[in-house]
């Protein structure tokens, strides 16, 4: 049986889809931190884009463990870097709208972290680094696009949602789809095995 209960640290409907379609049992507690003033902090400090992600989502899984200490707790975060610009998710769908169009015919990274804290300490951290070059679609397209995905894409940094819609925008995707989703998924589940909190 598994040593520990699992909570996910985010209120990611995504993040939590790929758990349960790995028949994964958790439960999902966000953590309550103010992430934009901590990520504005770390780019004034000129931190490169994936220690900002490794410390949010070491903030969110520490932040969670210290209420749960008995629970393996997974945090996580996602930056999108493109050119030395970062993005973060949009406000509203005209802040979506500037994003893509800035993000069109050009190769961005994103970087995704996660961690594992337990006792309020984290255990392992990982991240990944896939990277992403979008179509050079026409507004025409990008308007139509929009008004079909709806405000599901103000949940994500880049106004896209690749599992569905979003594919349409690229011409090629380079490295770990579940990365991609938010949550590197394979290297997560072995860490989750080695603390026998999932059955081998």
Do not use: N
């Not at 569905?164 to 998924?185: K, T």
């Amino acid at each position: 049986m598994p040593s520990h209960p699992l909570i996910l640290a985010s209120g990611s409907a995504v993040r939590a889809r790929l758990l349960k379609a790995a028949g994964i049992t958790f439960t999902q507690e966000p953590a309550r931190v103010d992430e934009e003033t901590l990520k504005d902090g770390l780019v004034a400090e000129k931190a490169r884009p994936h220690q900002i992600a490794d410390a949010l989502a070491e903030l969110k899984a520490v932040r969670v463990s210290q209420k749960y200490p008995q629970a393996h707790v997974i945090g996580c975060d996602q930056i999108l870097w493109c050119g030395e610009q970062l993005y973060s998710k949009p406000r509203d769908m005209a802040e979506a709208r500037q994003a893509l169009l800035a993000l069109r015919g050009r190769t961005h990274s994103l970087y995704s972290a996660v961690c594992v804290a337990l006792g309020g300490s984290v255990l392992w951290r990982y991240f990944s680094q896939p990277k992403l070059t979008m179509r050079d679609f026409s507004e025409a397209f990008l308007d139509d696009y929009l008004e079909k995905a709806g405000e599901a894409v103000l949940s994500s940094v880049g106004a896209y949602q690749l599992e569905g819609l979003g594919s349409q925008l690229f011409s090629r995707v380079e490295g770990d789809y579940f990365s991609i989703l938010g949550l590197p998924l394979l290297p997560l589940q072995d860490v989750l095995r080695q603390h026998r909190t999932l059955i081998p």
